[in-house]
T-cell receptor, first 115, second 109 residues
């Protein structure tokens, strides 16, 4: 089954404790992206990757890191989480990102709470 | 700046028709998406418009007017399972997606 998976689905952590949210897709997609979604706001892009070893900042990259060492994986790293990073996070992929016309496939989401 | 406007919430009756509007002001335009998102779940693709006009897909249709910076999603024969948020997103001149905040649609029996 074609899908995007994220782990963990739910996470409660404390300020300053490094964490990684994994994202994997099995569709051989070139483009991958991380979003956060907060009440009353639209999806906001954190980072995206057009292909292996190519990553770029989105609209809200501060406090986050990513890597794209293999095509299928795109982990999101919070080196020192803070309460304002409490949010619902989605990973997404698309066949390519060059034209913007491809639909994005989203993972199930990771609900992160930082206390 | 770039801006996408959608109503925050709409209510409709099962079996009826509802139109969800989206207006946008972006730096360039390379297409417009509609996604559906049930509460607590991931967004799923509904439609993509890049040319003016109406595209129909079953009970759902999407319309685009590039000159007016306007799109709508039309849902017919509403079912309870259509209760969800509907997200409008525009592809800008850099081929990046700009997302609206979404419209929460409540269907009543």
């Amino acid at each position: 089954e074609a899908q995007v998976t994220q782990n963990p689905r739910y996470l409660i952590t404390v300020t300053g404790k490094k964490l990684t949210v994994t994202c994997s897709q099995n569709m051989n997609h070139e483009y991958m992206s991380w979003y956060r979604q907060d009440p009353g706001l639209g999806l906001r892009q954190i980072y995206y990757s057009m292909n292996v070893e190519v990553t770029d900042k989105g609209d809200v990259p501060e406090g986050y890191k990513v890597s794209r060492k293999e095509k299928r994986n795109f982990p999101l790293i919070l080196e020192s989480p803070s309460p304002n990073q409490t949010s619902l996070y989605f990973c997404a992929s698309a066949s390519s990102g060059t034209s913007g016309s491809e639909e994005q496939y989203f993972g199930p989401g990771t609900r992160l709470t930082v206390t | 700046g770039q801006n996408i406007d959608q109503p925050t919430e709409m209510t409709a009756t099962e079996g009826a028709i509802v139109q969800i509007n989206c207006t946008y002001q972006t730096s360039g335009f390379n297409g417009l998406f509609w996604y559906q998102q049930h509460a607590g779940e991931a967004p799923t693709f509904l439609s993509y418009n890049v040319l003016d006009g109406l595209e129909e897909k079953g009970r759902f249709s999407s319309f685009l007017s590039r000159s007016k910076g306007y799109s709508y999603l039309l849902l017919k024969e509403l079912q309870m399972k259509d209760s969800a948020s509907y997200l409008c997103a525009v592809v800008d001149s850099n081929y990046q997606l700009i997302w609206g905040a979404g419209t929460k649609l409540i269907i009543k029996p």
